[in-house]
C-alpha cells in the first residue's frame, strides 16, 4: 500500500516544515536553519524574515512593499490618468507564505486607511487593492467641472473614511451618511457605486472596466499557455520568457502572481527551478 | 525530550507539558507503517469510521452497500505486525441490513453496548452489539444525509440523536420513546452535516446547503441562536440576518475542536474557516484552496490533546493536514487509491484512520523512534560474522 510516486522534493519541503513545527513545541524557539523556505519571488523575502521576528509593524511596511512592487508590473502607456493602479489581494499570496498573516496585515493597513478594498464583478474571491491617495486623486481629477463633483467629493470624505465594507446598504445611505436619491443615483452614474440587488450597491473604482477586460484575457492567455505545453506544465523561468501574445497587455509577472495565488496552478519545487502546473479541478 | 521527562520528574514541569509535547511530534510524523493493517471487508466504498470514547478499542465502519463492521484495533498479539480484525459484521444476509448505502455510524456514547446507523434508505436504525439486532427503527420521509449522536458526560441521562435530511428541518429524536422531540426549523435548504458541541451539551451545528451555518441552543423554543457570517458584518442589522452566508456555496462540512471553542466549516467554494463558537466571529485563519467536491457531508477531523491543533481533511484522494490556528498545510497523506471520504482521529495513540471510495481503511501511523546506537552496532556486527563464515 506504499504511494510509489512521491517526488523527494515535496517529501524534503513537507520534512522541512515538519521539523519547524516539532522545534516549536519542544524548544520554543524556531531553528533558522530549517524555518525558512526558497520563496518564488525575491520581492518577498524580507517579508518572511521580518515576519518570522514577529515584527507587526515590518509586516505591514512589507506588504505595503510587497503591493508597490505588484502594481509597477502594470504598464505605464496603458494607464491614463483615469484608473488607479489595482493589485489583487491574492496576488499578495504569491508573494509571502503565511496567507493568515498577509490577511490580518492587509486588514490593519485598511483600517488605517492606506489602502481601500473593492469586490471586483469578475469572481466572487478576487478583492481588488487600490491605495486610498492614488484612488481619491484620480477620481476627483475625473469629476473636476461635472456636475457630479459634489455628491462625489462627499461620499469620498464620509463614506470611504468611516465604513470598512466593501458593499453599502440603501437604509445606512439614506440615514447614516445623509445622501439623498439624487445624489445616491449620481453616485452610480460616476461609477463609484455599482448596483448589487435592489437597495444595496458594491462600492467600485470608477473606470475600471478596462483594467477587467485586459486582466481576464491576460489571465486566459498565460492559463492556456500552460495547458497546451506536454503534461499541462511549465517552468516559471520558461514562461517568463515566453513571448506574449498582444492578447496580454499587463507584464507576464503580473499575471504569474495571480495564478499562483489563486491557486488556479500548482507550484512544485524542483531541481530546476518552480515548476508550475495546470490545477484542474 | 529528556529535558521534558526530567521537568516532570522533578515537578519542575506541569506533567501535561511532557504529554502535549510528545502528542504533538507523533501527531506530526503519521505515515503508512507496513505493520499495521485493517482487514478489508467492505465490498464498496466506505463512507463512515466511528472509535468509540470509552477504552479506544472498538471501531465502526458504514459502507456505501448498507453493511456496518465492527472492527478490533488492539494489538493483543505481541508482534509488531498487526491486522485489526472485524469482530463482527452486519452484512448483506442480515434481515434488517440497510437497503442502501449507510451514511453515519456512532456509538452510543456510555459505552459500546448499542451503536446508531442512519442510511440512504430514510431510516435511522439503533442496534444493540451483541446480538446485533435491531433495538430501535426511526423511519424518515426524507433522505437522511446525516445523524450525529449526543455525546454526554457521563452524570446526565439524556441522549439525543439529531438528524439532519433532505428537509430543511432537523430532527431531535429521543431513543427511550422511540418518537421524534423536537423540530429545528430555520435552515432554507438540505441539512448536509450536524454536530453536537463537546463543550455545552445543548448547543447544535448545522450546515446546510443554503450555504448557511446556524447555532442552536435546544433548550429555547425560538430559532437559532445566530447564523455564521464570513464577512463579520455588523450584527445589529436583522435585515442582513437572513443574507449571512458561511461559504459562497454549500457547507458540507463541520467539526468543533475538542474544547468545542470554535468550529471548523468546509464549503464547495473549496475554502474551510475557523470560528468561534461563543461569538460567531470568522477568525479569517486563511487555509487557502481545501478541494472540496463533495455533493453530500464531508466528514473530516480535528486532533486531541495536542498543543497544535491539526485538522485532517480529505481531499480528493489525500488527507491533508491543516494547523487549525495558523492555517498552514503541514502535510498531504498519499496513500488511497480512490477519493477519500472520512477520516477519524485516535486521541490516545494519536493515529489516524481514513476510509475511502476503494473500499480501504487506512492506519496512518506515527513513525516510531529509530533504533539506539548502540543496539544498531551489535545488529551490524552479527551480520558480519555470518556472512565471513
Known amino acids: 500500500m506504499w504511494f510509489r510516486n512521491r517526488s523527494y522534493a515535496a517529501e ?9 513545527l516539532k522545534c516549536d513545541t519542544f524548544c520554543g524557539k524556531r531553528g533558522r536553519s530549517g524555518a525558512a523556505e526558497p520563496l518564488p519571488a ?4 524580507g517579508g518572511v524574515a521580518a515576519g518570522d521576528r514577529g515584527d507587526r509593524v515590518g509586516g505591514a511596511l512589507d506588504i505595503k512593499a510587497s503591493l508597490e512592487h505588484i502594481m509597477s508590473l502594470l504598464p505605464g502607456k496603458l494607464w491614463s490618468d483615469t484608473v488607479p493602479r489595482i493589485a489583487l489581494k491574492h496576488q499578495l499570496y504569491s508573494l509571502h507564505r503565511d496567507r493568515t498573516r498577509v490577511d490580518r496585515h492587509l486588514n490593519e493597513l485598511r483600517e488605517q486607511g492606506d489602502v481601500l478594498m473593492f469586490q471586483l464583478g469578475f469572481d466572487s474571491e478576487s478583492v481588488a487593492v487600490v491605495f486610498a491617495a492614488d484612488f ?7 469629476e473636476v467641472g461635472r456636475a457630479t463633483q459634489g455628491p462625489v467629493e462627499k461620499f469620498l470624505n464620509t463614506v470611504l473614511a468611516s465604513c470598512c465594507d466593501m458593499s453599502v446598504d440603501e437604509t445606512k445611505m439614506l440615514q447614516e451618511f445623509l445622501f439623498a436619491d439624487s445624489e445616491i443615483t449620481q453616485l452610480v452614474k460616476c461609477g463609484v457605486l455599482t448596483v448589487k440587488d435592489a437597495g444595496s450597491w458594491w462600492l467600485s473604482i470608477p473606470n475600471s472596466g478596462r483594467f477587467t477586460k485586459y486582466f481576464i484575457q491576460g489571465r486566459k492567455a498565460v492559463l492556456g499557455m500552460i495547458r497546451k505545453s506536454k503534461y499541462s506544465e511549465m517552468l516559471k523561468s520558461d514562461l517568463e520568457g515566453r513571448q506574449t501574445t ?28 518552480v515548476l508550475l502546473r495546470f490545477a484542474d479541478s | 525530550m529528556l529535558g521534558f521527562l526530567f521537568g516532570r520528574q522533578t515537578g519542575l514541569d506541569d506533567p501535561l507539558r511532557l504529554k502535549r509535547a510528545e502528542s504533538t511530534r507523533r501527531a506530526l510524523c503519521l505515515e503508512l507503517n507496513p505493520d499495521r493493517n485493517v482487514e478489508r471487508i467492505h465490498g464498496n466504498g466506505i463512507n463512515t469510521i466511528d472509535i468509540e470514547v470509552i477504552e479506544g478499542r472498538y471501531m465502526l465502519s458504514g459502507g456505501a452497500d448498507g453493511v456496518v463492521v465492527i472492527y478490533d484495533l488492539e494489538n493483543h498479539s505481541r508482534k509488531p505486525h498487526y491486522t485489526c480484525k472485524a469482530v463482527c459484521t452486519v452484512g448483506r444476509s442480515s434481515r434488517h441490513v440497510h437497503k442502501f448505502s449507510v451514511e453515519t455510524v456512532q456509538w452510543y456514547p456510555h459505552d459500546t453496548g448499542m451503536f446508531i446507523s442512519s442510511s440512504f434508505d430514510k431510516t435511522m436504525k439503533v442496534w444493540d452489539t451483541e446480538t446485533l439486532k435491531l433495538l430501535l427503527y426511526f423511519p424518515c420521509l426524507f433522505l437522511l444525509w446525516n445523524c450525529n449522536v449526543y455525546l454526554v458526560p457521563l452524570n446526565h441521562l439524556h441522549c439525543l440523536p439529531s438528524v439532519g435530511t433532505k428537509n430543511p428541518k432537523v430532527q431531535l429524536c429521543d431513543l427511550k420513546s ?3 422531540i423536537q423540530v429545528l426549523q430555520g435552515h432554507r435548504g438540505e441539512v448536509l452535516s450536524v454536530k453536537w458541541s463537546p463543550r455545552y451539551e445543548y448547543i447544535l451545528a448545522t450546515a446546510s446547503t443554503d450555504s448557511s451555518v ?3 441552543d435546544v433548550r429555547r423554543a425560538s430559532g437559532s441562536l445566530f447564523t455564521l457570517d464570513q464577512f463579520n458584518g455588523d450584527p445589529s442589522k436583522s435585515s442582513s440576518e437572513a443574507a449571512n452566508t ?6 458540507n462540512g463541520l467539526c468543533f475542536t475538542g474544547d468545542g471553542l470554535f468550529l471548523l466549516t468546509t464549503g464547495t467554494d473549496d475554502r474551510m474557516r475557523l470560528w468561534e463558537t461563543a461569538t460567531g466571529k470568522n477568525t479569517l485563519v486563511n487555509y487557502g484552496k481545501v478541494v472540496n467536491e463533495s455533493r453530500k457531508g464531508l466528514k473530516f477531523a480535528v486532533s486531541q490533546g495536542c498543543s497544535l491543533e491539526f485538522a485532517f481533511v480529505p481531499c480528493g484522494s489525500s488527507v491533508a493536514v491543516y494547523a487549525v ?29 481514513s476510509g475511502g471510495k476503494d473500499s480501504n481503511i487506512l492506519a496512518w501511523i506515527p513513525t516510531p523512534r529509530p533504533p539506539d546506537i548502540e543496539e544498531e552496532q551489535d545488529s551490524k556486527k552479527v551480520c558480519l560474522s555470518v556472512i565471513f563464515l
Request: aromatic share 8%.
Open chain 2, 325 to 353: 490556528h495558523s492555517g498552514e498545510l503541514v502535510t498531504m497523506l498519499k496513500g488511497h487509491y480512490s477519493n477519500v471520504d472520512c477520516c477519524e482521529f485516535h486521541p490516545d495513540y494519536q493515529e489516524l484512520y
Open chain 1, 12 to 20: 524534503w519541503r513537507t520534512m522541512n516544515r515538519k521539523r519547524a
Open chain 2, 214 to 216: 446556524r447555532l442552536w
Open chain 1, 136 to 142: 481619491k486623486a484620480k477620481v476627483l481629477a475625473a
Open chain 2, 178 to 180: 422511540g418518537s421524534c
Open chain 1, 246 to 273: 498582444s492578447r496580454v497587455k499587463f507584464h507576464i509577472q503580473y499575471h504569474i502572481h495571480d495564478i499562483v495565488g489563486a491557486e488556479l496552478v500548482d507550484c512544485i519545487e524542483t531541481t530546476a527551478g
Open chain 1, 42 to 45: 525575491a520581492a518577498g523575502g
Open chain 2, 246 to 251: 458561511a461559504h459562497n456555496g454549500r457547507v
